[in-house]
């Protein structure tokens, strides 16, 4: 119950933070780098493991460094929870251009987990809707994550979804997040 009260007022504040938040120029290869290093510090014998990939030596955004870390910490905390003991999360940054976004940066995480039930893939997005694992802590989550993800992406002018990765055969493999924000504004 104190979990959910903190993520209630939490999501809540959420508003009013990010229209106080002062936007500046984000490296999200160095804000990625530095939360993959400290998850690999904090990793216990058993849990997936997480890692980082980017296609270019920075990746810059205009925005609000505490949210966005918040975004990412949200996904990576998902994937390593619908991960398998021993599996991998993966998180990529690249340059993208997006039909929705236009130029900016492309984040993807990736687990080898379930994947996320088609008819789901928006719901998941809502306050409060929560799915898990068989054998995953009661309590341990409010269903507020995704939400304020989203709630957080769609503020820096971005976009944020879920789909399927899939093998050769066509069978889920796993999920995969995407997180696209425009280019660094001058």
Same mark, same amino acid.
């Given at each position: 119950?104190?979990?959910?009260?903190?993520?209630? +007022? $939490?999501?809540?504040? /959420?508003?009013?933070?990010?229209?106080?938040?002062? #936007?500046?120029?984000?490296?999200?290869?160095? /804000?990625?780098?530095?939360?993959?290093?400290? *998850? @690999?510090?904090?990793?216990?014998?058993?849990?997936?493991?997480?890692?980082?990939?980017?296609?270019?030596?920075?990746?810059?955004?205009?925005?609000?460094? #505490?949210?966005?870390?918040?975004?990412?910490?949200? /996904?990576?905390? $998902?994937?390593?929870?619908? +991960?398998?003991?021993?599996?991998?999360?993966?998180?990529? =940054?690249? $340059?993208?251009? @997006?039909?929705?976004?236009?130029? @900016?940066?492309?984040?993807?995480?990736?687990?080898? @987990?379930?994947?996320?039930?088609?008819? $789901?893939?928006?719901?998941?997005?809502?306050?409060? *809707?929560?799915?898990?694992?068989?054998?995953?802590?009661?309590?341990?989550?409010?269903?507020?994550?995704?939400?304020?993800?989203?709630?957080?992406?769609?503020?820096?002018?971005?976009?944020?979804?879920?789909?399927?990765?899939?093998?050769?055969?066509?069978?889920?493999?796993? #999920?995969?997040?995407? =997180?696209?924000?425009?280019?660094?504004? +001058?």
């Amino acid at each position: 119950i104190d979990r959910l009260i903190t993520d209630i +007022s $939490n999501a809540s504040r /959420l508003d009013a933070e990010l229209a106080r938040a002062k #936007a500046e120029p984000v490296d999200l290869v160095t /804000l990625l780098r530095e939360m993959v290093d400290f *998850y @690999g510090e904090l990793r216990r014998e058993g849990e997936a493991e997480v890692v980082f990939t980017a296609a270019a030596p920075h990746v810059l955004v205009t925005g609000a460094e #505490a949210p966005l870390g918040r975004v990412f910490r949200n /996904l990576i905390d $998902n994937a390593k929870t619908f +991960s398998p003991p021993g599996g991998t999360v993966r998180v990529a =940054v690249s $340059n993208h251009v @997006g039909p929705d976004v236009g130029p @900016g940066a492309r984040v993807t995480i990736d687990d080898d @987990g379930p994947g996320v039930p088609e008819e $789901n893939r928006e719901q998941i997005f809502e306050r409060f *809707y929560t799915e898990r694992p068989k054998g995953a802590a009661f309590g341990s989550h409010s269903g507020l994550g995704l939400a304020i993800a989203r709630q957080i992406v769609v503020a820096h002018g971005g976009r944020i979804f879920a789909e399927n990765r899939r093998d050769a055969d066509g069978a889920v493999v796993g #999920a995969r997040f995407v =997180v696209e924000l425009p280019e660094q504004r +001058s």
